[in-house]
């Protein structure tokens, strides 16, 4: 993105249900958007289950394989969002298949020797019905960062039900007035950052 471009961001969804099953990830993703919107931010989602992933830790795993079209879209983007709902205390496995795939890009560098990923903003969204969305944010963060992605100060918006709980997010009337706060600081924050490292990214080791 040069600095006279809007930035553009990529929703990654990543529950566990296939397009058009309701999902509380997608909802919350969308409102993320919506939010990113009003600061000039052009996004669109990607259910990943819609997708044919295959294992591994390759930019292309082969026939068949639908990666490289997410993967082409997360290199186009400046903001990512990955929305992932709670299981059992931990992120989706489609979640965590996303980062292996991206753990390609460690190798892929510029011409100033930096991975690709530099100089691009993630945030994160989680939901679900037990505790564990602060872990399951220190866990994406920590991956993300490793494979060059910047995180902006608050970056993230979560929603849990009470322990033992049994509503959805996509239940509420609207969202509570603590993650709508969330939701507009990420949008916010994540949208300063993206220009920020549009008009000076990062120095590389050949600069």
């Known amino acids: 993105m040069s600095p006279m471009t809007e930035p553009t961001a990529v929703a990654l969804v990543c529950t566990l249900k296939k397009s058009p099953a309701p999902s509380s990830s997608d909802l919350i993703a969308r409102q993320v958007l919506d939010e990113l919107a009003t600061h000039g931010v052009e996004g669109t989602t990607l259910r990943v289950v819609d997708f044919d992933i295959a294992p591994g830790v390759e930019a292309e795993a082969g026939p068949g394989d639908q990666w490289p079209t997410i993967r082409t879209a997360i290199l186009n983007a400046d ?116 220009r920020l490292l549009a008009d000076q990214g990062y120095p590389g080791e050949k600069e």
Not at 145 to 168: E, H, K, R, V
Not at 177 to 186: D, F, R
Request: charged share 20%.
């Open 79 to 194: 903001i990512l969002l990955v929305s992932t709902p709670t299981w059992l205390g931990h992120m989706s496995s489609v979640t965590q298949r996303v980062l292996e795939r991206l753990d390609a890009e460690l190798s892929n560098t510029d011409d100033a020797g930096r991975p690709v990923l530099t100089d691009k903003v993630a945030t994160v969204a989680v939901v679900g019905n037990e505790d564990g969305a602060h872990k399951i944010c220190a866990d994406l963060f920590q991956a993300l960062d490793d494979l060059g992605f910047s995180i902006p100060a608050q970056g993230c918006t979560y929603w849990n039900d009470q322990a033992m709980g049994s509503t959805d997010y996509r239940d509420l009337d609207e969202p509570p007035e603590a993650v709508a706060a969330a939701t507009a600081t990420l949008a916010r924050n994540a949208a300063h950052l993206a």
